[in-house]
């Protein structure tokens, strides 16, 4: 009996195309948020009861702070956020991380060092606890380890709640075995593994117990 076949695996997108996709998954990320402040403007154009005044006016307050997270997140995780070779703060990285990606649900246990790092390997960091975030979908803790340290410092993002999923298209992507092109949904697992060979280190998702770990060697 023979072997099942090989998957073949699309080629790379190009350039444009990356940027496009990055592009897309933004703008994916601030529909919602950009979305509830035009609906809470519609309803204090719409409506004089002081109640539906002061939903409006609330939803308007929490979305802009959604979407101005987001947006801080977003142009450190996929942005330039520098001159080529600039080093960020891991204290602003922490500040951005519990911005956007902690909630009532979700809670960051920040295990690193304050210290400066190479751009890449930050914006590595980020996209990891990305990843994290998508395999506890009802909430729980990230805990981020170091690994190493120094200039050398690499990252354990170690995912623990309940139902903690594996997506396989996940683990295919940053391990490089997926098949089929790549979409504005899969771009950024694909990306992490672009910064992490830009560092020098392999990404990987693996169960640990009853955790999930992402971790950059």
Not at 185 to 209: D, F, N, W
Request: charged residues 20%.
């Amino acid at each position: 009996m023979s072997d099942s076949p090989t998957p073949v695996q699309a080629p790379a997108p190009d350039a444009l195309e990356l940027a496009a996709l990055l592009c897309s998954r933004v703008c994916h990320d601030l529909i919602s948020p950009v979305g509830a402040i035009v609906n809470g403007l519609e309803v204090l154009d719409d409506s004089n009861k002081q109640e539906d005044r002061d939903f409006a006016l609330d939803l308007i307050r929490k979305s802009a702070k959604t979407a101005s997270a987001r947006l801080q997140f977003c142009r450190l995780a996929f942005g330039a956020a520098g001159s080529a070779g600039a080093q960020i703060d891991l204290g602003d990285a922490q500040n951005m991380a519990r911005g956007h990606l902690e909630d009532e649900k979700t809670k960051i246990s920040w295990n690193l060092p304050r210290l400066l790092l190479a751009k890449n390997r930050v914006k590595l960091l980020l996209n990891m606890l990305i990843i994290a975030q998508q395999t506890i979908p009802r909430g729980g803790t990230l805990t981020i380890d170091p690994v190493g340290e120094g200039d050398n410092l690499s990252f354990r993002v170690i995912a623990a709640g309940l139902n903690v999923r594996t997506p396989q298209a996940i683990v295919d992507m940053l391990s490089g075995k997926h098949s089929g092109p790549i979409e504005s949904h899969g771009v950024q697992p694909y990306y992490t593994r672009l910064l992490a060979e830009a560092c020098g280190l392999t990404v990987s998702l693996a169960p640990e117990g009853d955790t999930l770990v992402v971790s950059a060697v």
